[in-house]
């Protein structure tokens, strides 16, 4: 992409009326827009970091066999009544069609997934079922406040299991468990999060909450460093400050921001709607369910908080929009600025055609200085400058976002730098 | 795909309760599920089709320079004010948030992405912008007949153009045109699809609207064959009954379906927004727009509608949810069973690897006259049949959907015949 018809621009200084560090900087570079408290609009770049977390979630789900669907924000009453919830949900946006039809917007999809899979799972034989859907979902906040982190429209991964014992529930949750973490490494959060035990609500003693340390973040846990799990501070009591699997009380308080959370649910929503599976012997049996949710514009929103500088973003590799950020350096010399251009132009070509992702800063109105800011606030892994100085040594110079030295290296070894 | 895990199932017998062609033969198929009316789930292969098309749009907006964003669902009642459209509009979705502010959910987003682009383009060198993005949309209809053609929440690319002239808006405008065809094309529509005079409502003096002949459309459309172009009934009597191109009278009435629409919305909405851009000399000019919309929820029920025969759906090969359907019939002696079960393994692997988009109904306890029931209904472009009969002349029994005649092909040609 060449910035020099890029529409979006980023600015100098962060917006003033936004308080959560995620959606300054991401607005400030550029990233999203901001149209109502916890309502965003993903730019060009920010859509582009979407859509790497999104595919990296894709393939992990299908990897655990997990099929996909598009299922609908407008969800009728009648199936939130049924499970008791128009009520209880404490976040729903509501809304009347002019048929009087009454919806909620979807802030989770139990309601809808439950009897549409009825229809389709209904013998031992096809059992069991994984099927996950990418979609956006709404939740009527009373405070929107922590940018991407809190939204009132956001998008989710969820996942949604059946079966029909509790072994294979659990087996199943343990493999959805090694996905979470395998996603979050791609995401470049592996470090920072920890598998945290959560309370279970009203389906089951504990629920699982993926934890991502960051001062950010609305959660606080307690950290067992041997064991690298953690406890939420709603259920520490509960748990006597113990980690479950050391028994150790060494336990740190941390602030963190909650990146995905799995339930057992059991029979709580087949139950409402009668979904019963017929057993090898013709009876019928309960089917059991997990869920596994994980928000891809909280990912991004975390990222934005955990992986920065002063002088803005420092994307994760595999979730950056761009691998390389090109910045060519006019010179005030006709000749050697022509060999600059084509020299940056022929860069740009070649990594393209090698499926490098490449941002191209081929503005020749803005001064050496402003392209250096601009490309430490949008924060590409790899910054490659081509400029009158690095072609007397028919070289460009190359840094990494996050290292401080330059390098001097041949023209000849760009691809093999760009990697 | 292996039909043997595939969660969903297709059924004998469309669904009595709907009324519309194209949702009866994809529910009954397996591409989608009704959860009320209008509002549908896509199953695996219905998003398989919809994530086709999405990415045929894309290619074609990105090549005449759109550059994607996405806006959000929920749209602030001050920016429909602005507008004065919160009352006008005809179809809004309205809801309330606890915070008292008020919603609409998107039917269409000149409100938002006008605020918007007017933050980063307000010079005379930030022109043209085009941006596009590919997103659900909400209409709160009367009544919902129609299937996939008119839903209450429905999946659509809108295209924004900002021009400093009227030469240059009319110049993409034909630009966006010549994509639409070009998507068409892709799509297996253009033989049905004309270029359709329409109001211009508000805005000009016409629109433009894309038709597909379907007798289940909802349009009246008047076509000229010689020009290839047709106008709408509602406009009829002011173009004097004449082709806008030749002046023939000779125009043919057919029912159609409206699949894309463009207007050139000048300063419809710039002008409330007090969007201007600065020019060379300094002044203030009108910003003017145009706007490009497309259902890609509409083009999917559209094929259905023109794309089948009785006994299914017949897929155009570049939006198909696969190419080959491999059907694998179970023979009774267990050598040759065993023989056709690692053949059909190994042809599902090889074009698998070969990027080609494969269904393999693997099922060992689905009759053949099913199966072959079944290859028609979901309707991929290919059905590739392996069997005892047909390793017995080393080959497999090859035969597109849209042909009535069978070939063997030899098993070292599999490849090249999948294609």
Known sequence: MRLSTLFTKSTKEAPKDELSFNARILIQAGFIDKLAPGVYTYLPFGLLVLKKIENIIREEMN??????????????RQNWEITSRWDSFDALFKLKGFDSKEYALGATHEEVIVPMIRQHAFSYKDFPVYVYQIQTKFRNEKRAKSGLMRGREFIMKDLYSFHMDEDDLENYYQIAQKAYFKIFERCGLL??????????????????????????????????????????????NDMHHQCPNCK??????ERAIEVGNIFKLKDRFTKPFSYVYIDESGKKQPVLMGCYGMGLTRILGTIAETCHDDNGLIWPKEVAPFTVHIVTLNSREAESNNKVKLTSEKIYKELKE??????????????TGEKFVEADLIGCPIRLVVSERTLAEDSVEIKKRDEKETELVGLDKVLKYSQ
């Open 63 to 76: 990897i655990i066999g997990g099929q996909e669907v598009l299922m609908p924000a407008l969800t009728p």
């Open 191 to 236: 470090d920072k999060t920890f598998l945290t035990y959560a309370s279970g609500g009203a389906f089951s003693k504990f629920s699982h909450e993926f934890q991502t340390l960051a001062e950010s973040g609305e959660d606080d846990i307690y950290v067992c460093r041997n064991c690298s799990i953690a406890i939420n501070s709603e259920i520490i």
């Open 248 to 253: 150790s009380k060494k336990l740190a308080k």
């Open 354 to 367: 090698s499926k490098i992702d490449v941002l191209f800063d081929d503005r020749e109105t803005v001064s």
